[in-house]
């Protein structure tokens, strides 16, 4: 009797253990000298990847949000089932996330970069396929409504 016992606490032990989800206390977070945790990509993508609402979402660049702009940890960039739409989340420390897509392709290399404020940049292919143009995002959240700013760069200077 008392090795079944021992056995069942040891599977509800287990179990307990298994379903905690790492938090401030986990071995595998960092946190800075005040206690903050610092967010690395990896954290952002695993963030995102616990979350999605289509498991066919694929990743294919992230950059952490080093400014915590509107409580946002961090930016994935992904496509969809068809590779054919260019999407963005815009990732809060709790999973949720608001999210937007352009209809364009990435360019091979998306020189993805968190420019602070909430914005970001990327390079996206045209329809011709012919030289990559850089296009640059910007998320706000004023008094709870979503938008988002969407501008092209050309040759440096705004369009």
Known sequence: MKKITIYIVMLILVSLLASCSPGKDSPNVILDS????IWTEDDVIQLFEDNKEDKSWEVTDCVVATDFAYDRVGVILYTDEHGQTCNLAFMKEDGSYQRMG???????????????????SLRLEREDKSKPYTCRITFS???????????????????
Do not use: C, H, M, N
Not at 34 to 37: A, F, I, M, Q, V
């Open 34 to 37: 005040k206690g903050e945790r």
């Open 102 to 120: 352009i209809v364009a392709s990435i360019a091979p290399d998306s020189e993805f970069v968190y420019r602070g404020g909430g914005q970001v």
């Open 141 to 159: 959240l004023e008094e709870g409504e979503v938008s988002f700013k969407i501008e092209d760069v050309v040759g440096g200077k705004q369009k």
